[in-house]
């Protein structure tokens, strides 16, 4: 672990914003956010050091990137009622792409250990995977799995929404970009069939969550 505490560090010298890390009493991770140029960053006491590794990639970007992209919330105006945490859900699993092909670069040794357990663990429980929420992670998994460690020993996926999201995530480019996050917000929104989300370019980027959209005004992926 000792290349994943030289990252942590290496992170941290980036940051020009202060860091506050706090244990939290919540069982999982729970995001980090940033206000008035501080990092705020919450774990929990067991958490591994791969995860605060994670959470101050997070908050390089924050420093580095739009903020539409790397707020920790979507960029989206008058959202339907109920469709928010969705939109959320799909953001925060492409932005976690991102992050963690970094870390797959970083610290290549721990990375592979780390990606090839959740991918075991989830290939346990796909057939438990019902809702979207499940769905996306077990893709996302699968997905870094193939991708990141060249992988091809992914059997036959039966769940369409599964294969789909698995197909959407491993063509998103790994450097982060928020025309890119846009575009697969839409398609992973698309495979559950529930709404669309286009965007607006005034004086900021600003994303609209259609739901039901006609095929006629989606905007077409590149
Ligand atoms: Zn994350």
């Excluded at 917000?185 to 989300?197: G, H, N, P, Q, T």
């Excluded at 900021?204 to 739901?211: A, G, H, L, N, R």
Aim: proline share 7%; glycine share 2%; aromatic share 10%.
């Amino acid at each position: 672990m000792d290349s994943v505490n030289k990252a942590i560090a290496d992170i941290k010298s980036q940051l020009q914003w202060p860091v506050e890390c706090k244990i939290s009493d919540l069982e999982n991770q729970a995001p980090s956010w940033s206000l008035s140029y501080t990092h705020r960053i919450s774990y929990p006491k067991n958490t591994c050091l791969l995860d605060i590794l994670h959470e101050h990639l997070h908050a390089l970007d924050r420093e580095r990137l739009p903020a539409q992209y790397s707020d920790g919330i979507p960029p989206i105006d008058n959202c339907p009622w109920g469709f928010e945490v969705r939109v959320n859900y799909y953001f925060n699993v492409v932005r976690d792409w991102t992050v963690n092909f970094r870390i797959a670069t970083l610290c290549p040794d721990s990375a592979r250990e780390w990606i090839e357990q959740d991918y075991h663990d989830k290939l346990n429980i796909i057939q438990q995977a019902r809702t979207p929420e499940d769905k996306l992670i077990v893709g996302l998994a699968f997905a870094e799995y193939a991708k990141f460690l060249g992988k091809s020993d992914i059997p036959t996926i039966e769940d369409k929404d599964i294969q789909r999201v698995f197909e959407v995530i491993i063509d998103v480019p790994t450097e982060p970009n928020l025309d890119e996050l846009h575009i697969a917000v839409d398609a992973l929104a698309s495979i559950f069939d529930e709404f669309r989300v286009q965007k607006c370019i005034g004086t900021k980027e600003i994303w609209y969550v259609i739901p039901n959209l006609s095929p006629a005004c989606v905007q077409p992926k590149k």
